[in-house]
């Protein structure tokens, strides 16, 4: 008999806290951590019946641990840490961005510790998070996500298995190309609309209502406008997916024009001291330079 799920939610940061919300919204989170402890301690505080907890405690009393971590270190770290200390059968999910190899070794981690892995990367942003309609990409065996099925479906609009582990990370390779490509067109064009001084007002729902409306553009368009780059997905999150995406790019021998251009351009943003920013900041390098 399967148990029900008790889930653990590790990383509560832009995309992982309100992950997190919709997991105990539907009555299957036991507990959460996080790098520094007070946010965690914040979101227990905020959300009866989650207790603050550490890697390594959420192992003990969650049979299902979720991870929404930085970067491919992190995501290596605390799935060592919950194989050591959880019981056979338990099940990491991860929604990170970071390469499929990383995926593989995650999840030999957890198979040598009779559990499993899924890699599940997301694709929606903030806004998509906040409304519980992500699209995941998922990596693994079919019995072990349809295991894990109900804790998804908590925020996504789609879940879609796309193979086996690994899987999930290279499909979200190619979304960061797209993701990339679009920011360079939508900053580019609207740097060149402000120089031609058209109203923000009336060109946003213009191109919005065209064939060159996007997710980007309606999310981002006016906010970049206003010089407002706090919310969202942090460029220095994107230069480190574009890295892995080069990799990829490299080994497929496709071509890397806008892998390129976007590592080079964020990386300078990152230099200017602006790795927290949204990527809508990229702006600032396609306004005239004085
Ligand atoms: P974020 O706001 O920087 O949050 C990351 C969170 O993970 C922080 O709270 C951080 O703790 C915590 N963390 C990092 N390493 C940890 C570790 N080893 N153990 C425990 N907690 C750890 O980033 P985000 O925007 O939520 O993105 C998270 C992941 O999702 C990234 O891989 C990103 O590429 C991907 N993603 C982001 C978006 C987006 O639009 N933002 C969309 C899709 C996918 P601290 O408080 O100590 O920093």
Redesign the pocket.
């Given at each position: 008999m399967q148990h029900a799920i008790r889930a653990g939610f590790?990383?509560?940061?832009?995309?992982?806290w309100s992950m997190a919300a919709h997991l105990h919204q539907r009555g299957l989170l036991a507990a959460v951590?996080?790098?520094?402890p007070d946010?965690a301690q914040r979101f227990a505080a905020a959300h009866e019946g989650t207790i603050a907890a550490t890697?390594d405690t959420i192992a003990q009393c969650c049979n299902v641990v979720v991870l929404?971590?930085?970067?491919d270190s992190?995501v290596i770290?605390?799935s060592r840490t919950v194989a050591a200390a959880a019981a056979p059968g338990t099940i990491v999910v991860d929604?990170?961005?970071?390469s499929s190899t990383t995926a593989s070794a995650a999840a030999a981690l957890l198979r040598a510790a009779g559990g499993d892995f899924v890699d599940a990367?997301?694709?929606?942003?903030?806004e998509g998070?906040k409304n519980g309609k992500l699209s995941i990409m998922a990596g693994g065996e079919a019995a072990t996500l349809a295991r894990v099925r109900p804790v998804l479906d908590a925020y996504a609009a789609r879940v879609t298995h796309m193979g086996p582990v690994g899987a999930g990370q290279n499909t979200k390779a190619v979304n960061q190309v797209l993701i990339a490509g679009i920011a360079q067109a939508v900053t580019e064009g609207l740097a060149l609309g402000e120089a031609l001084g058209l109203a923000p007002d009336a060109l946003l729902p213009t191109l919005a209502a065209g064939a060159a409306g996007n997710w980007f553009l309606d999310k981002r368009g006016a906010t970049m406008l206003a010089n407002q780059f706090s919310v969202?997905?942090?460029l220095g999150?994107?230069h480190?997916?574009l890295r892995i995406v080069r990799d990829l790019a490299l080994a497929a021998g496709t071509d890397r024009s806008v892998i390129e251009k976007s590592l080079a351009d964020y990386a300078e943003l990152m230099a200017r001291g602006h790795a927290d920013d949204d990527i809508s900041a990229l702006i600032r390098l396609k306004r005239p330079q004085v």
């Open positions: 590790v990383g509560l940061g832009a995309m992982g951590a996080n790098r520094s946010k890697a929404c971590v930085s970067a992190d770290d605390v929604h990170s961005t970071v990367p997301v694709s929606g942003g903030v998070a969202g997905f942090k999150l994107l480190k997916d």
